[in-house]
């Protein structure tokens, strides 16, 4: 009796131990939850009013750029800037020889001075206009014509009366015949003589033009991008002889993917940064291309931008087209995110309890990130919660007042959401 008992005992101790070990051997979070709890400070997920861009890559393009060339032949006398300088319009970038062309404008003024004289006007007046009846060719024609038909008439009465014979009315209808013929010889020399001074006249003008152009000069304001000419080498027409850019504003040429094209509108603003720069500068959309490049299925977008600090033409930029900048999104403060091994979290509290919650984020401002998805308006996360696990005790300190939601945040670079 006293062995069964002893039996008994050391039975229900081995079971007592058994079922001991078997508590012992469950994965549970008890590591965690032993841990000493961590005093943490809340932060409310809030809504704000944030900036809704389309981000792009791009090149700044100078405004205008113009190839200036010679438009006559001719040994170039002197150009008058160089690479960098500063041009404004019509100023003298340029000479060739103008001699040759002087002298053929001296000759076509003098073409014209002696059309202008056979037709009766003054030689160095500006007003070709005549009346073909003030010409004294034509109105010495008409008075002979109106005498004959004066002698024709009066011939005829006297014919009437019996009084002129039939030779006389031959002969005053001869004179009157000569004398029409020789009236519309002289209208038709009047009229020649006319077409002869605006022949004369397009001469001078083109004489004159010819001289002009052998002066090149500055078709708007900018400056000189490169200079392939030199004084004394001859040029024909179509020769290069300088490059000529406006570079302000700027012409940013951006390239817009078509699941976005639909949103960008002229008018809205942009703002692009620079390698090496920190700064953003503005801009504003001033142009869209009417259609899609079939190639790369983007579309062509230009803003100006006025030339600052070290923008310049030629320069790659990256360009936030600012679609709306009051839409509101959800946002946490910017160190309640942690990130490990590529994964996004925060951290609430449940239950005094720290609970880890996966979350996608979107745009990202100086101290506050967007949350898209994961959390809702209204939630509390811990602020700086590196090493914090999911089941971890933790003992709240204060909750970080919510921000001003009547500020808009400003655009944050390196980062866009559609």
Known sequence: MRVGAVELVILGSSGLLLAGCGKAGKPEPANVARQEARAVTLAQAQLRPMTRTVTVTGTLAAQEKSILSAK?????QELQVDIGSVVHQGDLLAQIEPRDYELGLQQAAAALAQARTALGLVPDGEDDAV?????????????????????????????????????????????YKVASSRYQTALEDARARTATVAQRRAEYELARKRL????????????????????????????????????????????????????VRTGQAVQLFVEADTNAYPG???????????????????????????????????????????????????????????????????????????????????????????????????????????????????????????????????????
Not at 322 to 332: K, M, Q, V
Not at 339 to 366: D, M, Q
Request: charged share 25%; with cysteine.
């Open 284 to 418: 504003r959309i001033a142009r869209l291309s009417p259609a899609l490049d079939e190639g790369n299925r983007m579309l062509l977008v230009e803003a100006d931008v006025p030339a600052r600090g070290p923008l310049r033409a030629g320069l790659f930029a990256r360009a936030h087209i600012i679609l709306n900048d009051r839409e509101e999104g959800l946002s946490i403060p910017a160190n309640a995110l942690s990130t490990f091994a590529g994964i996004e979290k925060v951290v609430l509290v449940e239950s005094a309890k720290a609970v880890e919650r996966v979350v996608v984020t979107g745009r990202r401002g100086p101290d506050w990130i967007e949350i898209i998805s994961g959390i809702g308006a209204g939630d509390q996360v811990i602020l700086n919660p590196a090493g914090l696990r999911t089941g971890q005790p933790v003992t709240v300190t204060g909750i970080k007042p919510a921000g001003s939601p009547g500020d808009t945040d400003k655009l944050a670079r390196g980062h866009a959401a559609s």
């Open 131 to 175: 009346e073909l009846e003030a010409v004294s060719a034509v109105r010495q024609a008409k008075a002979v014509l109106e005498e004959a038909t004066s002698n024709q008439d009066r011939v005829k009465n006297l014919s009437r009366s019996g009084i002129a014979s039939g030779s006389e009315m031959d002969t005053v209808a001869a004179a």
């Open 72 to 76: 006559v032949s001719g040994r170039l």
């Open 212 to 263: 002009a152009d052998a002066s090149i000069r500055a078709p708007f304001d900018g400056a000189v991008q490169s200079r392939p000419a030199h004084p004394g080498e001859y040029v024909a027409p179509g020769t290069a002889i300088m490059e000529l850019v406006k570079t302000d504003p700027l012409r940013l040429r951006l390239q817009v993917p078509e699941r976005e094209c639909a949103l």
